[in-house]
């Protein structure tokens, strides 16, 4: 599970992943971007100056050697909307609202953007089917790991056996604390597994969201499934945590395409 460098970027990458893959989850650094972004931020939606923006995110492709011009997108709402990206999204059209999105060409860029929520990473090696999720405890408790591994089946014959799963860097259970009326939704949706999910210390509860989506991805047929086991809140130097940093932070970026 190493960390790669290019071009004054530092990102992580899946090792489960076939060289036929080309993914990324980049850190915060390398960017140009000030304080409460510093650096690599990749969102305008957090009050970071657009051009800023724009050119981190050039940078991050130029580095991968990806066109820019490649990039599909979406503008995250927390649900199991999915978007299948057969070209790449114009850069003058808004992005679709969806939270789930899978490709199979090789000239579209998949990106996604995180700080703390999880980014779930696919591929079908057999099917030549790339895709990125968002899974945050919303995302999490709908199902958005099993609704993607679905949606692989349905719009391109994926068997679960073939797909490969990343669960890329998030906030950790030690840092996720949630309230009674959070852990009650686990509860009734992960019903006896919820106690692989839910820790209780000191009277407080905690979610495990790494634990929760391999449960998913495993009861719909994923076997080959990597967890990157890093913690956004714990790791400030190379990940914005939106909880650590109390909102005033900024994206990573997750990349994702076939080769």
């Not at 460098?5 to 140009?32: C, M, P």
Request: hydrophobic content about 40%; proline content about 5%; overall charge negative.
């Amino acid at each position: 599970m190493p960390f790669d460098q290019s071009d004054g970027l530092h990102y992580y990458q899946f090792d489960i992943f076939s060289k036929e893959v080309l993914n990324a989850v980049f850190t915060r650094q390398g960017g140009i971007s000030p304080e409460p972004w510093t650096s690599l931020n990749l969102s305008i939606s957090v009050g970071d100056d657009s051009q800023r923006v724009t050119e981190n995110r050039m940078h991050a492709f130029n580095a991968l050697g990806r066109n820019p011009a490649s990039l599909h997108d979406v503008w995250l709402v927390h649900g199991v909307d999915i978007v299948h990206a057969d070209a790449p999204r114009p850069l003058d059209s808004p992005s679709q609202k969806a939270d789930i999105l899978f490709t199979d060409n090789p000239a579209v860029s998949l990106f996604m953007r995180f700080a703390d929520c999880v980014p779930l990473l696919f591929h079908d090696p057999v099917k030549k089917v790339v895709g990125i999720a968002h899974a945050g405890w919303m995302g999490t408790v709908k199902g958005v790991a099993e609704v993607s591994v679905k949606a692989m089946q349905e719009r391109y014959g994926s068997k679960p056996g073939d797909i490969v799963a990343g669960i890329g860097p998030s906030i950790g259970v030690d840092h996720y604390e949630v309230g009674g009326e959070v852990a009650d939704q686990f509860r009734g949706k992960f019903e006896s597994d919820s106690e692989k999910i839910l820790q209780t210390r000191d009277g407080r509860i905690y979610l495990d969201l790494w634990t929760a989506n391999a449960l998913q991805l495993q009861n719909a047929g994923v076997e080959q499934i990597q967890i990157s086991g890093l913690c956004t809140a714990c790791h400030l130097d190379d990940w914005y945590s939106h909880r650590a940093e109390k909102g005033r932070t900024g994206r990573f970026g997750a990349l994702m395409a076939l080769a």
